[in-house]
């Protein structure tokens, strides 16, 4: 299980260096990435949240760089798109290839597959589920086509370890980014990484001094 952003090509982006990756491409967060792999995270992540702003936060900062933010920066709820992957190495079968109507903002609802009401689905196109089914979590990968779909079955412990993993790997990311931060960002550091840690649902966040 891998927390997954989906990215995009950016050829002309230059407010800052980031990597070069293929359009409907997915960036694995965790802290283990080069500086530019982080600079394209954070592009993606504050382009989830460009939108026009409304009234109530403000006109849009003529500056390039204030402007691209602005959305990230002031939003009060901010998304990344993308989710958790689940890959199966003995098949290769791969559950929640990220989708949309959830995002990577949504994670903590594998909780309510384990803990809650022991079933969730992950956006679409394809429909994917988790339910519990026992001490088992069954992931169908297309629930629409369930006839046919794959599907990979878990003990639930493993999959409470497998979600306890993959959260450590945000939380490594966003230290990794706040870090980056300081260094690309220095005067949009704080705000920036604690708007990240929102958009991932982590909670608040501190920035490391420049």
Same mark, same amino acid.
């Given at each position: 299980?891998?927390?997954?952003?989906?990215?995009?090509?950016?050829?002309?982006?230059?407010? !800052?260096?980031?990597? $070069?990756?293929?359009?409907?491409?997915? +960036?694995?967060?965790?802290?283990?990435? /080069?500086?530019?792999?982080?600079?394209?995270?954070?592009?993606?992540?504050?382009?989830?949240?460009?939108? %026009?702003?409304? $009234?109530? *936060? &403000?006109?849009?900062?003529?500056?390039?760089?204030?402007?691209?933010?602005? &959305?990230?920066?002031?939003?009060?709820? +901010?998304?990344?798109?993308?989710?958790?992957?689940?890959?199966?190495? /003995?098949? @290769?079968?791969?559950?929640? $290839?990220?989708?949309?109507?959830?995002?990577? %903002?949504? !994670?903590? $609802? !594998?909780?309510?597959?384990?803990? @809650?009401?022991? =079933?969730?689905?992950?956006?679409?196109?394809?429909?994917?589920?988790? %339910?519990?089914?026992?001490?088992?979590? *069954?992931?169908?990968?297309?629930?629409? @086509?369930?006839?046919? #779909?794959?599907?990979?079955?878990?003990?639930?412990?493993?999959? *409470?370890? +497998?979600?306890?993993?993959?959260? *450590?790997?945000?939380?490594?990311?966003?230290? +990794?980014?706040?870090?980056?931060?300081?260094?690309?960002?220095? #005067?949009?550091?704080?705000?920036?990484?604690?708007?990240? /840690?929102?958009?991932?649902?982590?909670?608040?966040?501190? =920035?490391?001094? #420049?």
């Amino acid at each position: 299980m891998q927390p997954a952003l989906e990215i995009f090509a950016a050829d002309d982006f230059a407010l !800052w260096p980031i990597g $070069e990756h293929e359009s409907h491409g997915y +960036l694995v967060l965790n802290g283990q990435l /080069a500086p530019a792999e982080v600079g394209t995270a954070v592009m993606r992540i504050a382009d989830c949240n460009d939108f %026009e702003p409304e $009234e109530e *936060r &403000g006109l849009c900062p003529t500056d390039p760089l204030d402007r691209f933010l602005h &959305g990230l920066l002031t939003m009060p709820d +901010l998304s990344a798109a993308g989710g958790f992957r689940v890959t199966d190495n /003995a098949t @290769g079968a791969v559950f929640v $290839e990220p989708g949309c109507c959830n995002g990577l %903002e949504t !994670w903590r $609802e !594998w909780f309510e597959v384990l803990d @809650g009401t022991g =079933c969730c689905y992950f956006g679409h196109d394809p429909s994917s589920m988790a %339910e519990r089914v026992g001490d088992s979590v *069954r992931l169908t990968l297309d629930a629409h @086509g369930k006839e046919n #779909s794959a599907v990979i079955e878990l003990p639930v412990d493993q999959v *409470r370890m +497998l979600v306890t993993d993959a959260r *450590r790997d945000l939380q490594e990311f966003l230290s +990794l980014a706040g870090s980056w931060a300081a260094q690309h960002l220095p #005067s949009h550091a704080v705000t920036v990484t604690a708007a990240l /840690a929102r958009a991932l649902d982590l909670g608040r966040a501190s =920035c490391p001094a #420049s």
